[in-house]
Nanobody, 126 residues
Framework: QVQLVESGGGLVQAGGSLRPSCAAS????????MGWFRQAPGKERAFAAG????????YYADSVKGRFTISRDNAKNTVYLQMNSLKPEDTAVYYC???????????????????WGKGTLVTVSS
């Protein structure tokens, strides 16, 4: 059974930075694309960033492009999301996700996810 455990959320002022991480276990981490989704209060869960199984390709939602960077360390079975220049509208629960398809390219949506973490809350104050 795959487990995804997020950590590193918290409260930060606008303009600040956070770096949540997600530790994975249960199947060959390096064979699957990984992603971060987020869900703000009253809104649907939405794609934020994705990275291919090898780490060679990354994808971002337009709302985070240029501010967020997704990366992975296959030796540590961990994926990271460096979030800079945070805005109050980035406030959400951030979920780690593992793609259904092996050797995926990193572009993903909620319907293509096999496993979800429980989420980590990021709150950005103005």
């Amino acid at each position: 059974q795959v487990q995804l455990v997020e950590s590193g959320g918290g409260l930060v002022q606008a303009g600040g930075s956070l770096r949540p991480s997600c530790a994975a276990s249960g199947r060959t981490f390096s064979s699957y694309a990984m992603g971060w989704f987020r869900q703000a209060p009253g809104k649907e869960r939405a794609f934020a960033a994705g990275i291919s199984w090898s780490g060679g390709n990354t994808y971002y939602a337009d709302s985070v492009k240029g501010r967020f960077t997704i990366s992975r360390d296959n030796a540590k079975n961990t994926v990271y999301l460096q979030m800079n220049s945070l805005k109050p509208e980035d406030t959400a629960v951030y979920y780690c996700a593992q793609d259904r398809r092996p050797y995926g390219g990193g572009s993903m949506d909620v319907n293509g996810i096999d496993y979800w973490g429980k989420g980590t809350l990021v709150t950005v104050s103005s």
